[in-house]
């Protein structure tokens, strides 16, 4: 009975709710999201319903996120779980890894769609073992299929190009989106979206020894910021 005592003290102690609040609002305001779009902003960058996140921010009766909206939070605005959570006093930087990271600073179209892609492929590598990551298009080539600075989330366990769909190669360093066309006996033609480019054809015997790129992997969704 005296440690289930003790364990009660220390779970009332351990009221998580005001300070858990107090700095989720405070990133929001980092990011200069006015108070009225504070919920709506949480819902759309964890994928919850609104209702849900207002209670978040809720003066009165605060709420707590649960644990796949908590590592949402913590990718989409960079910071240590355990900071977010009251464990440790001082701010801490997410530590940076190649699926997650950045902040959204501002609610600029291009900037909140990066966030929100961040956000959907960390909480997508919660869910799924299948390693994917996001790329993004640095040139016009595949506009307007695909706008430039566009995220993409790339499929990094297929690394040949077997089928007709759409790639991310990297070629002289640089990553390159491309449309795939497998022709038998010839090779894969690479085309652009953009009519000022030209498609290329390579030929199946530099594909088949990999002199030509280096396949990032597939293209499996993009992000536009325009349908937003």
Same mark, same amino acid.
């Given at each position: 009975? $005296? /440690?289930q005592s003790n ?8 009221d998580?709710?005001p $300070?858990?609040q107090?700095r989720?609002i405070?990133?929001?305001? &980092? +990011?200069a ?10 819902a759309?960058l ?5 209702q849900?996140?207002?209670?978040w921010v809720?003066?009165d009766?605060?709420g707590l996120?649960d644990v796949?909206?908590?590592?949402a939070? +913590?990718?989409?605005?960079?910071v240590d ?5 009251? *464990?440790?006093?001082e701010?801490?930087e997410?530590?940076? +890894? ?6 959204p ?7 909140? =769609?990066?966030?929100?892609? &961040? %956000?959907?492929?960390?909480r997508?590598? =919660?869910?799924?073992?299948v390693p ?6 640095a $040139?016009?080539?595949?506009?307007? /299929?695909i ?8 499929d990094?366990t297929?690394? &040949?190009i077997? *089928?007709?769909g %759409? ?12 449309r ?5 006996g010839?090779g894969v %033609?690479l ?5 000022n480019?030209?498609d ?6 530099? %594909?088949?020894?990999?002199n030509?790129?280096d396949?990032?992997g #597939?293209v &499996?969704l993009?992000? #536009?910021?325009?349908? *937003?």
């Open positions: 009975m $005296g /440690e364990a009660r003290r220390r779970r009332a102690l351990l998580l709710r $300070g858990v107090a989720i405070s990133e929001l305001d &980092r +990011c999201i006015a108070p009225h779009a504070r919920a709506q902003n949480l759309n964890c994928g919850c319903a609104l849900t996140a207002m209670r809720d003066p009766k605060p996120p796949p909206s908590l590592a939070l +913590c990718v989409a605005f960079g779980a355990n900071w977010l959570l009251g *464990l440790v006093r701010r801490g997410l530590p940076p +890894c190649d699926l997650v990271g950045g902040r600073a501002s609610m600029a179209p291009d900037v909140a =769609l990066s966030a929100w892609a &961040r %956000v959907f492929i960390a997508l590598n =919660l869910i799924q073992h994917v990551h996001i790329e993004f298009v $040139g016009d080539e595949m506009e307007p /299929e706008r430039a600075g566009s995220p993409v989330i790339v990094t297929i690394r &040949r077997d *089928l007709n %759409v790639y991310a190669l990297r070629y002289a360093g640089r990553v390159l989106v491309r795939a066309e497998v022709r038998i010839e %033609v085309h652009c979206a953009n009519s480019y030209r290329s054809l390579i030929p199946e015997r530099d %594909v088949m020894a990999g030509a790129f396949v990032v #597939r &499996r993009v992000f #536009r910021a325009d349908e *937003l």
